[in-house]
């Protein structure tokens, strides 16, 4: 594993300041695991510090998924409640930064990945990866039965657009019930199809991108994915010709 100066992997990673690095040493917070004496300059690989007794936070390449709840929006700024929230404080620090991967409204709950890595993301987002995210849609009104063929047929125009969507599969499960598969992100894309058929989406739950889905993990929780999950996105989010 290559080596780099503590106190820019530290810093790097959102521990500390560079600056802090010496009082962290001092104060004993950060160790190598081999008992060897550290300066802020050493130069060090990832695996031998630990920080508060603990395994640093994956290295550069860190993909996370995030099991959103409501009320929480995917940007950094925002003076409410922020996905950011539900992560360790010391990611938001990190260099390069985590950024959500494309994002869900603060109205929709479900999965939503977050990485350090900018080609992975440009990759999942890109509109020639045409990766499917699938979404459980709960409607106020019952479906009237042409959905199906509107949303397949790839000629449905949204509001103030010029270029029709793509073909989205729509799964029916209850009258008020279905699954909606898409193969791009438009802005509120769900909520804005439903509405230009006359319905109203109530609840909007994002289940799956491409081969990850949230399985049980708990509203608010994270996770890191790990090689092989990271793996398989990027082969899954392929562009298409
Ligand atoms: N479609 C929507 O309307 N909202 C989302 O958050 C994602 C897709």
Redesign the pocket.
């Known amino acids: 594993m290559s080596r780099v100066r503590l106190d820019r992997l530290l810093s790097n990673l959102g521990y500390c300041s560079r600056r802090e690095v010496a009082v962290c040493l001092r104060e004993g917070w950060v160790r190598s695991v081999d008992g060897r004496p550290l300066k802020p300059d050493s130069a060090v690989s990832h695996d031998e510090i630990l920080f508060d007794d603990e395994a640093l936070d994956p290295p550069q390449g860190l993909l996370l998924m995030l099991h959103k709840p409501v009320g929480h929006t995917c940007s950094s700024k925002d003076p409410g409640r922020i996905v950011y929230d539900l992560l360790p404080g010391r990611f938001r620090h990190r260099s390069p930064v985590l950024a959500t991967v494309g994002?869900?409204?603060r109205e929709?709950s479900g999965l939503l990945l977050l990485t350090d890595d900018g080609q992975l993301l440009h990759r999942i987002i890109s509109p020639r990866s045409q990766l499917p995210k699938v979404?459980d849609v709960t409607l106020a009104e019952d479906l009237r039965g042409d959905e199906f063929d509107l949303f397949a047929s790839g000629t449905l125009l949204l509001d103030g657009e010029s270029t029709p969507l793509l073909p989205a599969e729509l799964q029916v499960h209850a009258p008020r019930q279905a699954s909606l598969t898409?193969h791009e992100?438009r802005y509120?894309?769900?909520?804005?199809m439903f509405a230009a058929i006359g319905n109203h989406?109530t609840a909007?739950h994002?289940q799956r991108i491409g081969g990850m889905v949230l399985g049980d993990l708990p509203v608010g929780a994270w996770r890191a994915l790990n090689a092989a999950e990271t793996q398989t996105l990027w082969d899954t989010a392929q562009p298409t010709v």
Do not use: A, M, N
Not at 188 to 192: A, F, K, S, W, Y
């Open positions: 994002r869900l409204d929709t979404y898409l992100g509120h894309q769900v909520r804005r989406v909007l994002r």
